[in-house]
């Protein structure tokens, strides 16, 4: 079984940064793939960014040349670099693994862009 914690949350500026981190436990965290994703009232869960166990990266349009996705295996850690900060990226983001089809999610961490 796979668990996921997320860290670095909070209230920041537009314009500003944070970096969010995702510590898996098991033995299977550099075999699964992993991914970010966010919520808000009312609507659905989205993807933010994932990474392949290869390395292997994708964005949603919405976040493409501010965020950075990345992981460290060593450290059983995922990331999230968050640049240039909107207010749209108000959310609970989630760290969510893949791995031989069963998917694990964290319990989120929220992020609040002041405007």
């Known amino acids: 079984q796979v668990q996921l914690v997320e860290s670095g949350g909070g209230l920041v500026q537009a314009g500003g940064s944070l970096r969010l981190s995702c510590a898996a436990s098991?033995?299977?965290?550099?075999?699964?793939?992993m991914g970010w994703y966010r919520q808000t009232p009312g609507n659905e869960r989205e993807l933010v960014a994932r990474?392949?166990?290869?390395?292997?990266?994708n964005y949603a349009d919405s976040v493409k040349g501010r965020f950075t996705i990345s992981r460290d295996n060593a450290k059983n850690t995922m990331y999230l670099q968050m640049n240039s900060l909107e207010p749209e990226d108000t959310a609970v983001y989630y760290c969510n693994a893949v791995f031989l089809g069963a998917a694990y999610w964290g319990r989120g961490t929220q992020v609040t862009i002041s405007s």
């Open positions: 990474i392949s166990s290869s390395g292997r990266t």
């Open positions: 098991g033995r299977v965290f550099k075999n699964a793939a």
